[in-house]
């Protein structure tokens, strides 16, 4: 059976291949429209996919799945970023926030990885957070809570008292004026011996910025320079769109050290973890480990070779920085010498 939907962009085929999967293709009606992926093969019913469809959009459609189903995507990079600094059994019983969780990929990944945990989603997007609430329920989880943040610049009380912090994928995404406000709040409400990770987020100390326009250098630009530059060449922004708008959708990053920075005005002082785990030792090779495997899937030929050899190489070559940065931030009273080593090394 096949299911045909003819959508304002894009004309989007769902196949039936038995046991449960269906194959995605959708075909973008501007040939030129910046699309991540544009087949994927799914365990979604038709009725999730046509939700994702009318949240995301077409040319975010598949990609959107694959962060949920891709075992080399989310779920490579949150075991790469997690179990790096925290032994699994460690969740066991233990209240996670992920904030900023979207439309629910890492919840209901974190929900499966560690069933006996309780994973609180919070978002601000009511339209994400629907769709969250149906991935949840299309994997019968009964370990997740998913409410709605009360503003851009305030956490729900019920955030308070948790024990593991998550900002995947979101800290680019905050407005420089709600960092500060959003990170304070959410380390005042970890508990003392907790831990806040934040991983997926592009490091704006490295020299591409791959997250929003693809550009080299663009991240040490002066922001109305960086704007020319992000509508006259990169092919995912459009020429109209407003600096403001590129900074939501995350073209600026951050960098340990601004984390650290605001964490540093709390009584309660951050002392970054050193990864312990899977034979890494710093925090740069959990993005070259986790991302080695999907960049050798998801690109061919010259292309292949050259992304794929610089990941591979970097570690051999000791480079401290890579395109996103996988921190674990520990709460404590004072500061260790351990720790000023580990800011001195970043």
């Not at 939700?51 to 949920?68: F, M, P, S, T």
């Not at 900074?247 to 309660?268: A, K, N, W």
């Not at 690109?299 to 996103?324: D, F, H, N, Q, S």
Request: glycine share 6%; hydrophobic share 40%; net charge neutral.
């Amino acid at each position: 059976m096949r299911i045909t939907i003819d959508d304002r962009d894009a004309v989007i085929r769902v196949e039936e291949k038995g046991s449960g999967t269906r194959r995605i293709v959708v075909e973008m009606k501007d040939r030129r429209a910046y699309s991540p992926r544009l087949h994927w093969d799914t365990q979604y019913p038709p009725e999730l996919i046509k939700a994702v469809l009318g949240v995301k959009g077409a040319a975010w459609l598949c990609d959107e799945i694959a962060r949920d189903e891709d075992p080399l995507y989310v779920r490579s990079d949150l075991m790469m970023s997690l179990l790096s600094y925290v032994e699994e059994n460690d969740f066991d019983g233990k209240l996670v926030l992920d904030f900023g969780c979207g439309s629910g990929a890492s919840t209901v990944i974190i929900a499966r990885m560690f069933p006996r945990c309780r994973v609180l989603g919070v978002e601000l997007d009511e339209r994400f957070l629907e769709l969250a609430r149906l991935r949840s329920q299309h994997y019968r989880l009964d370990n997740v809570d998913l409410i709605r943040s009360p503003s851009a610049d305030r956490i729900p009380e019920q955030a308070l008292g948790v024990d593991f912090i998550l900002l995947s994928a979101v800290w680019e995404h905050l407005m420089p004026a709600e960092r500060p406000l959003l990170l304070l709040q959410m380390w005042e409400s970890l508990t003392m011996q907790g831990v806040l990770f934040v991983n997926q987020t592009p490091d704006a100390r490295f020299p591409i910025e791959a997250h929003t326009t693809g550009l080299p250098l663009l991240n040490y630009l002066p922001d109305c320079v960086a704007l020319r530059c992000a509508h006259g060449f990169s092919k995912r922004v459009s020429p109209t769109t407003p600096w403001a708008s590129l900074l939501r959708m995350g073209i600026r990053g951050g960098t340990p050290g601004e984390i650290l920075g605001i964490l540093s005005q709390s009584p309660y002082s951050p002392v970054l973890l050193q990864p312990k785990a899977h034979g890494i030792t710093r925090q740069s090779d959990i993005y070259y480990r986790s991302a080695q495997r999907r960049l050798q899937q998801r690109y061919r030929g010259v292309k292949r070779a050259c992304i794929v050899g610089a990941v591979e190489l970097a570690p051999t070559l000791g480079i401290p920085i890579a395109p996103y940065v996988s921190l674990a931030i520990g709460k404590s009273r004072g500061v260790s010498d351990q720790d000023t080593k580990h800011r001195n090394d970043l």
